[in-house]
């Protein structure tokens, strides 16, 4: 019988690089060992940063991922390294965050996952942005404190 992490390429071996930008980055996975259970599983990074792709100066955010697996749920040391990944990728914030739920869900395909990107205030203006899958219907409000069906 094989160990379910023999697949896993970062986690114990610590000689790894940090991939230049997200294309590099790899989102691993491993085996829900509870996949008929609805459950949530918290992610955070409270020291994202980015670059503004205007003026090139670095952006600050605090991220977290909330979600429902499916079959496979995320290695967390390959997370560390994904969103690492972004320090000198010059992005819009929104960009940012979508692009993050969508790799999410391609490495995953999570039953539910909701991110949300906190970034630090820039001339005054603060900008959180939070995107979900499944999106959200029409008839639903796009907030995620205290309504529109979101993973919290």
Same mark, same amino acid.
């Given at each position: 019988?094989?160990?379910?992490?023999?697949h896993?390429?970062?986690?114990?071996?610590? !000689?790894?690089?940090? /991939?230049? @930008?997200?294309?590099?980055a790899r989102?691993?996975?491993?085996?829900?060992?509870?996949?008929?259970?609805?459950?949530?599983?918290?992610?955070?990074?409270?020291?994202?940063? @980015?670059l503004?792709?205007?003026?090139?100066?670095?952006d600050?955010? @605090?991220?977290?991922? %909330?979600?429902?697996?499916?079959?496979?749920?995320?290695?967390?040391?390959?997370?560390?390294?994904?969103?690492?990944?972004?320090?000198?990728q010059? #992005? $819009?914030?929104?960009?940012?965050?979508?692009?993050?739920?969508d790799? $999410? %869900?391609?490495a995953? !395909? /999570?039953?539910? %996952?909701?991110?949300?990107?906190? $970034?630090?205030?820039?001339?005054?203006?603060?900008?959180?942005?939070? #995107?979900?899958? /499944?999106?959200?219907?029409?008839?639903?409000?796009?907030? &995620? !404190?205290?309504?529109?069906? &979101? &993973?919290?």
């Amino acid at each position: 019988m094989s160990n379910i992490a023999d697949h896993l390429t970062l986690l114990g071996h610590s !000689e790894n690089k940090l /991939p230049a @930008s997200p294309d590099e980055a790899r989102l691993e996975t491993f085996p829900n060992r509870t996949p008929g259970r609805n459950y949530r599983i918290t992610l955070n990074c409270h020291e994202f940063s @980015s670059l503004c792709p205007v003026t090139g100066q670095p952006d600050y955010a @605090s991220l977290e991922i %909330v979600y429902v697996p499916a079959e496979k749920c995320i290695e967390t040391k390959s997370l560390k390294f994904y969103l690492a990944s972004f320090r000198n990728q010059p #992005a $819009f914030n929104e960009v940012i965050v979508n692009q993050i739920l969508d790799d $999410f %869900v391609k490495a995953c !395909e /999570p039953k539910q %996952v909701h991110v949300r990107g906190e $970034f630090g205030a820039r001339g005054g203006i603060q900008l959180t942005c939070d #995107a979900r899958y /499944p999106d959200w219907h029409d008839h639903e409000d796009a907030e &995620c !404190e205290g309504g529109g069906g &979101c &993973c919290h």
